[in-house]
């Protein structure tokens, strides 16, 4: 079992395991952003080297917002000044990882994040926010490293060569997989590109993949790999029942039940269980810990009502859009599938697209598409998610579950989002707003 935490201690300018020009009028920081708009009395700001801007440019910014101290190499006050600040910024991570008794890696082509919350709860571990990025994951390994308590990192990529980068920042115990599936494709380029990338998080001391993803981590190629899950895996949850409200399993003689949870959630708790079991935590306080978890907005939020909304609107790829609809068909009165573009497929989107959208049809009841690959998607297509509104509005009643998913386009303009069909957030808003307001027909 690990010692409870206590007070985080300071990160302190003045004793770094790097070489630097410290100013003295340098002060502790509680801990570290990229983002200048997050600078803090609390919160230090690490200029660091963007695809547009440097983090230079902010500084001023940052020491305006009472920033402790700046990592930069620029001469200003309450400076620490280096050659690099991201070779800095990466040297101090892996210092403080090396300090931590237990660090779970985690990717895959969908569910890295739910994945993430149940195995932070069954270990009462520290875990990422939802950014992953490289800076991201240094800042958070620099805050956290130190700590008495596990830490669960979700370690994404998008370009080949990426998951090696992370390994050697990270340097997981437990290496995870949680599925593989066309995601990045524009950049990954094949499914195989996808496996053998993701599967460098299985260099870890453990291995493990989840029950879709083992087919492509056979213990002949990867020795040691287990697989989790519910079917033929190594560690097998059973008897898992799944409704609307609750998705009920046994681990052993265990038995777990998650609120609002459907299939993905409750293999993500049965790697909670399985990770609990490696360090000696009890199954009994891991489960009760893991029926709390709360998501993100867009993370697979069911939000009961007069009808019911799963907000799945952060992301979407093929792999996770069928299994958001295999979700969807749990619940009973009327199906409604509203899905918008998924990005980054490269050359066989529209084909990928298409397969989405029949499973949808099969699914569902009714189907909605919205942006450049509308009618692939549903059966009711719009060109912009305002039309898509509006319609879905006069549907919509009582009894009525509707499943809301689609790509993020986080670069995109709102005007771009809602000719692309992405970025659906706003029509979970609307429903909800609906739903509130009582401008919805009776069953």
């Given amino acids: 079992m690990f010692a409870s935490l206590g007070v985080m201690a300071m990160l302190d300018p003045f004793a770094l395991p790097f070489a630097a020009t410290v100013s003295p009028d340098a002060k502790r920081a509680k801990r570290l952003t990229w983002d200048s708009r997050e600078a803090s009395p609390d919160v230090a700001f690490v200029a660091l080297a963007g695809e547009k801007m440097h983090g230079n440019q902010f500084v001023r910014q940052a020491l305006d917002a009472g920033a402790p101290f700046v990592l930069t190499d ?28 237990f660090v779970v890696g985690i990717t895959g082509s969908a569910g890295k994040t739910t994945a993430k919350a149940y195995a932070a709860a069954a270990l009462d571990a520290h875990y990422m926010p939802v950014y992953n990025t490289m800076p991201a994951i240094a800042c ?46 524009e950049q990954l380029g094949s ?6 990338e993701k599967g460098g998080i299985l260099q870890a001391g453990r291995k493990l993949v989840g029950s879709q993803a083992a087919p492509y981590f056979p213990p002949s190629e ?6 989790y899950g519910f079917g033929d895996v190594t560690h097998a949850g059973h008897d898992l029942e799944i409704t609307s409200e609750v998705a009920r399993f046994a681990f052993g003689r ?3 039940i998650l609120p609002l949870a459907a299939k993905v959630q409750a293999e993500a708790a049965v790697l909670g269980l399985v990770l609990a079991q490696q360090v000696g935590i009890a199954l009994a306080d891991a489960a009760v810990r893991m029926s709390s978890v709360n998501v993100p907005a867009g993370r697979y939020r069911v939000l009961l009502g ?8 952060y992301n979407a790829s093929p792999i996770a859009v069928r299994a958001a609809l295999d979700a969807l ?28 959208g029949d499973y949808a049809r099969a699914q569902a009841d009714l189907t909605y598409g919205v ?17 898509l509104t509006a319609a879905l509005l006069s549907e919509v009643r009582d009894g009525d579950t509707v499943l809301i998913k689609a790509s993020r386009g986080i670069s995109m303009t709102p005007e771009q989002r809602a000719s692309a069909g992405v970025g659906l957030d706003t029509v979970v808003e609307a429903l909800l707003a609906a739903r509130e307001q009582g401008e919805v027909k009776g069953v």
């Fill in 74 to 101: 620029l001469d200003v006050p309450r400076s620490v000044r280096v050659p690099d600040a991201q070779a800095a910024l990466f040297e101090w991570a892996r210092h403080e990882r090396a300090k931590n008794a």
């Fill in 140 to 185: 958070f390994l620099v805050q956290y490293g130190a700590s008495a308590r596990p830490l669960v990192v979700e370690m994404g990529i998008d370009r080949l060569g990426e998951m090696a980068e992370l390994m050697d920042l990270v340097r997981p115990d437990v290496g995870v997989v949680t599925t593989i599936g066309p995601t990045h494709l």
């Fill in 191 to 196: 499914i195989e590109n996808i496996a053998r």
């Fill in 222 to 227: 990867y020795e040691g790999v287990e697989s």
């Fill in 254 to 256: 265990r038995r777990v």
């Fill in 306 to 313: 007069r009808y019911t909304v799963i907000d799945d609107a």
């Fill in 329 to 356: 068909h749990a619940h009973t009165g009327r199906r409604i599938s509203v899905l918008g573009r998924m990005l980054e497929l490269g050359p066989t989107e529209r084909e990928l697209h298409a397969e989405v």
């Fill in 371 to 387: 942006g450049e690959f509308a009618r692939e998607l549903g059966d009711q297509a719009f060109a912009t998610v305002p039309e």
